[in-house]
């Protein structure tokens, strides 16, 4: 056997059991979406359409056999498109994304409000004290916590209006 031929059916060995493992992922057309934080739970293994995440990697979409990712959120806005067409949008100060093999993903949040809910007045006053604390921050670990704070109330901001 030559040595092309040897390479190429190693190769062939070492892909089945890949190609096996994504046989029985089973590519399912749904999606079991769970959206938690410390203050609620938004959706327990709800069947979604579509869901769109903030991620200090870059925003993305998750749809059904969406590859295994795990992210970590960025204050911001998670919208849901449900199955009936109705689309949600949940702010979220922070937490982490996973998708897992069998199509199930799970947004847990720090903190999640539904952007209905959220008073753009109330958002720029959080701004506009967490950018006090900031300023006045006299050691490295107040100005890393207050600079969070900022980041998360500019978020937050954004979402309200």
Excluded: W
């Excluded at 092309?4 to 059991?17: E, I, K, M, N």
């Excluded at 999606?31 to 925003?59: C, E, H, W």
């Excluded at 949940?90 to 093999?101: A, C």
């Amino acid at each position: 056997m030559s040595f092309a031929l040897r390479s190429t059916a190693r190769l062939a060995a070492s892909v089945r059991p890949a190609l096996r493992s994504m046989q029985f992922r089973g590519y399912a057309d749904e999606m079991a979406f769970t959206l938690a934080a410390s203050n609620k739970v938004y959706y327990d293994a709800a069947n979604i359409r579509q869901v769109d995440v903030p991620s200090f990697s870059g925003a993305f979409g998750i749809l059904p056999k969406h590859v295994p990712t795990l992210a970590v959120l960025k204050p911001g806005v998670v919208t849901v498109y449900e199955q009936d067409g109705a689309t949600k949008k949940i702010f979220v100060s922070s937490g982490t994304i996973t998708v897992n093999e069998d199509s199930s993903v799970q947004v847990l949040a720090e903190e999640a409000h539904p952007i209905e809910d959220l008073d753009a007045s109330a958002c720029r006053e959080i701004l506009s004290s967490a950018q006090s604390q900031l300023s006045s921050a006299s050691n490295d670990r107040e100005r890393a916590e207050a600079a969070i704070a900022v980041e998360v109330a500019e978020a937050l901001v954004k979402a309200a209006e």
